[in-house]
């Protein structure tokens, strides 16, 4: 796991909590979570926080972290095996780890402390990432024991996993929050890393399962903005018979992250939208009859 933010409200119907899974098959190049991408804890270093007292240094076991020859804190992160020693070490918050292990019981019990928000506005659980299905069967417990609990489930996926993955966990989920990055597979492939035979696929079984389904698509400008590519995505939804879409507009509030990760941001040059190129876009959407809204 690398985050459980309750009280939020973007992330399924009411009052939700969100649990974010860790590992993530595909690369997007928007992604505003990198540190959801690797299955595994990552240290995120906020070099403007280091006081450079080489605790962290003392105490790297596998040499990761070293000291540049202008005394700035360096790391290897191919070395770096996340054992948090540094982490631990650190008296300014310089470092901070990302991912930690949780049981399934664990994860239920945070959940459950907000039961009665749910109940009152309609709200429940959403898991998400990363991709929940690349760890299936905690998935498919967290899920189970929420079930239990009458509490009301959600998953936001991209549908990159083996249908028999997907089938394991329909009979614990209320709600599908279905990304659609783009519906060209060739163009998909550029934004991810992989095509979208799969993902379209998966999508049409879990309409035919009775499964309630929400389109989330994030628009990134330049990628997948084009007046033919949300026509595209119009027609996918109204094929399937779904009519609510929920639109992401592109935001650089992730953007850090890659800093405190040691990676480069893909979209360094790509601007925010201004409210009205959102506006025309959800325009597009609600010609053909969608609900679409802004998430």
């Not at 299955?39 to 995120?44: F, G, N, Y």
Request: proline share 4%; charged share 25%; net charge neutral.
């Amino acid at each position: 796991m690398f985050d459980i933010q309750r009280y939020s409200i973007h992330d399924g119907p009411g009052i939700r909590t969100t649990v974010f899974f860790k590992g993530c098959p595909l690369r997007c190049l928007w992604c505003d979570n990198p540190e959801s991408q690797k299955p595994v804890p990552e240290v995120l270093f906020f070099e403007s926080l280091c006081q450079r007292c080489y605790r962290c240094v003392r105490v790297c076991l596998t040499g990761a972290t070293t000291v540049g020859k202008d005394g700035a804190i360096q790391i290897d992160r191919s070395k770096c095996t996340g054992c948090a020693n540094c982490v631990e070490q650190c008296l300014n918050e310089a470092r901070v780890l990302s991912g930690k292990q949780m049981t399934a019981v664990e994860v239920v019990e945070v959940v459950r402390k907000d039961a009665l928000f749910y109940a009152n506005s309609g709200g429940g659980v959403t898991v998400s990432g990363g991709e929940p299905f690349y760890q299936p069967e905690f998935l498919k417990e967290v899920l189970r024991l929420c079930r239990e609990q009458g509490i009301h489930t959600a998953v936001e996926t991209s549908g990159q996993a083996k249908w028999q993955v997907i089938e394991g966990a329909l009979a614990y989920v209320d709600l599908f929050l279905y990304d659609i990055k783009h519906v060209a597979p060739a163009r998909h492939r550029e934004l991810t890393g992989v095509d979208n035979a799969l993902i379209l696929e998966n999508l049409h079984r879990v309409v035919a399962a009775g499964k309630r389904v929400v389109l989330r698509a994030p628009l990134i400008p330049g990628c997948n903005d084009r007046t033919e590519d949300l026509e595209a995505l119009a027609a996918l939804a109204k094929e399937l018979g779904i009519r609510r879409v929920d639109v992401m507009a592109y935001h650089r509030l992730g953007e850090k992250k890659y800093e405190h990760l040691g990676r480069s941001y893909p979209l360094e040059n790509v601007a925010q939208y201004r409210e009205e190129e959102v506006a025309a876009m959800l325009g597009v959407l609600k010609s053909h009859g969608l609900d679409a809204r802004l998430s």
